[in-house]
C-alpha cells in the first residue's frame, strides 16, 4: 500500500540545522517530494528528489534519500524563524501519478 | 508564474448553498488533475482524479453526488460542492501534470460554510 509518515513536531533554535525525517512505503514511488505550507496559505514545492539519486542540495536544503530503507530526509542549515511552518514528506509514483502526503512535520524556530 | 490556477480562493457561504472552484493549467493541457483536501491540522487527502471527456475516479468515502467533478476542457476542471454544509468547510486544492518534472499546485480555496 501506499503510506507516509513523519514525525509531528520538531522545535530547533534559530541558527542551528533541522532535520525532518520521513518514511514511505511504496517502493515504485518515483518522486519524492517535500512541501513547505505557513499558516493559512497553499503548498511551496521546496525540492523534490527522483528515487535514483541518493542526495539532493539545494541552498540550505539538502535531501537524503536511502532507498533502501525507503527512509528521506530533509536537512534546512541556518534555520531561521522564517522556516517555521509545517512541512510535509509526498511521493508520487510517476509526474502523472497522485501524490501521496505525510501527515506533516510542524517545525518551530526558538528565537 | 503560477502554471495552474485555482479560483476563488476563499468563499463563504451559508449552509445548504452550492459552490463551484475552477483549476485551470495556465500554459499547457492537462488530461488529468487532482483534487484535495485539507481539513484544519490535516494533512491534504486526495479526493478524486478528474479526467478530461471521461468521469472522474473519486477515492474510497468520498461522495461523487456531493462533490461533482467535471473536466471539460484541457485546461479547466471544476469541483461543485453541493448544498454544502459546515462540516464540508476545508481547504480545497488541485493540481495538474505537467511533463516529468513535479506536479504543479494551485493556491488552493478556502472553504467556510456558516
Known amino acids: 500500500g501506499e503510506d507516509v509518515e513523519q514525525s509531528l513536531f520538531l522545535s530547533v533554535r534559530e541558527g542551528d540545522s533541522s532535520v525532518i525525517n520521513c518514511t514511505y512505503t511504496?517502493?515504485?514511488?518515483?518522486?519524492l517530494y517535500w512541501y513547505k505550507q505557513e499558516p493559512g496559505a497553499g503548498l511551496q514545492l521546496l525540492t523534490y528528489?527522483?528515487?535514483?539519486?541518493d542526495m539532493k542540495q539545494d541552498q540550505r536544503l539538502t535531501v537524503l534519500l536511502n532507498k533502501k530503507d525507503k527512509h528521506l530526509s530533509l536537512r534546512i542549515a541556518d534555520t531561521q524563524t522564517g522556516d517555521s511552518a509545517i512541512y510535509f514528506c509526498?511521493?508520487?509514483?510517476?509526474?502523472?501519478?497522485?501524490?501521496?502526503f505525510g501527515p506533516g512535520t510542524s517545525l518551530s524556530v526558538i528565537p | 508564474g503560477a502554471v495552474v490556477s485555482q479560483h476563488p480562493s476563499w468563499v463563504i457561504c451559508k449552509s445548504g448553498t452550492s459552490v463551484k472552484i475552477e483549476c485551470r493549467s495556465l500554459?499547457?493541457?492537462?488530461?488529468?488533475m487532482f483534487w484535495y483536501r485539507q481539513f484544519p491540522k490535516q494533512s491534504l487527502m486526495l479526493m478524486a482524479t478528474?479526467?478530461?471527456?471521461?468521469?472522474?475516479?473519486?477515492e474510497q468515502g468520498v461522495e461523487k453526488d456531493k462533490f461533482l467533478i467535471n473536466h471539460a476542457s484541457l485546461t479547466l476542471s471544476t469541483l461543485t460542492v453541493t448544498s454544502a454544509h459546515p462540516e464540508d468547510s476545508s481547504f480545497y486544492i488541485c493540481?495538474?501534470?505537467?511533463?516529468?518534472?513535479?506536479?504543479?499546485f494551485g493556491d488552493g480555496t478556502r472553504l467556510s460554510i456558516l
Open positions: 493540481s495538474a501534470p505537467k511533463g516529468s518534472g513535479p506536479q504543479h
Open positions: 511504496d517502493s515504485s514511488s518515483t518522486y
Open positions: 528528489i527522483f528515487s535514483n539519486m
Open positions: 509526498a511521493e508520487g509514483k510517476t509526474s502523472y501519478d497522485k501524490v501521496i
Open positions: 500554459d499547457f493541457q492537462a488530461t488529468t
Open positions: 478528474s479526467n478530461e471527456g471521461s468521469k472522474a475516479t473519486y
